[in-house]
Structures are given as structure tokens and as C-alpha cells.
Nanobody, 121 residues
């Protein structure tokens, strides 16, 4: 059993900031990667950012220079710092991880419940 719990979403004005967090818990042997997806109404889900356990990061072009992904491996927690938010950032943000549970021989994908981010004046 692996669970992801997200927090930090909310309503902000354009140009504002939010920090999302996602904590993984359960019977985790190792985490290969953690990341953030988002899905806006009528749009396809897209990968926003990812980070490996070694600290390698990847960001979608539309958020480069504004968003930062980081992690605390000791706490199995990933963060998404979102600055200079734009209305087009409005979406439900989903945390994900690819992890190996104890007792399993391979990696599996897990998803958080989603948190709403709304950017509007």
C-alpha cells in the first residue's frame, strides 16, 4: 500500500505564488521518480514537472522560469513552487510517483487525489 497526499492548492491572483506538496507513505522500498501532472477543463492531462530520487529535474516549457520542483528524500515528499502564476495555469494538479513497494519485484505508478489551483482576478 502506497499513498500520496497532496496539499497547497487554492485561489490566487495572476502573478501570485503557491507551493504544492505531496507526501508519499506506506510500504515503500524505493522511489524512482516523483512528479506533477495537471489537467484543465476540456484539456488533456500534461506532465508539468518531475524529479528523480537523485535530483534530476524536468519541466514543461510553459512553466520554465516560473516553477521549481524539489524533493526531500528523507520524507518521501515532493514540492512544486509556483511563481508568477498565470490564468492558464488553472487546473487540477496531480502528484504521481513511480515506486517499488516492499515485497514487490518491480516499480508501480501511484497517484494523488488532486488539488485545485485557480488563478483569477
Amino acid at each position: 500500500q502506497v499513498q500520496l497526499v497532496e496539499s497547497g492548492g487554492g485561489l490566487v491572483q495572476p502573478g501570485g505564488s503557491l507551493r504544492l506538496s505531496c507526501a508519499a507513505s506506506g510500504s515503500i522500498r524505493s522511489i524512482r521518480v516523483m512528479g506533477w501532472y495537471r489537467q484543465a477543463p476540456g484539456k488533456q492531462r500534461e506532465l508539468v514537472a518531475s524529479i528523480t530520487s537523485g535530483g534530476n529535474t524536468n519541466l514543461v516549457d510553459s512553466v520554465k522560469g516560473r516553477f521549481t520542483i524539489s524533493r526531500d528524500n528523507a520524507k518521501n515528499t515532493v514540492y512544486l513552487q509556483m511563481n508568477s502564476l498565470k490564468p492558464e495555469d488553472t487546473a487540477v494538479y496531480y502528484c504521481m510517483t513511480t515506486a517499488r513497494p516492499w515485497g514487490m519485484s518491480g516499480n508501480y505508478d501511484y497517484w494523488g487525489q488532486g488539488t485545485q489551483v485557480t488563478v483569477s482576478s
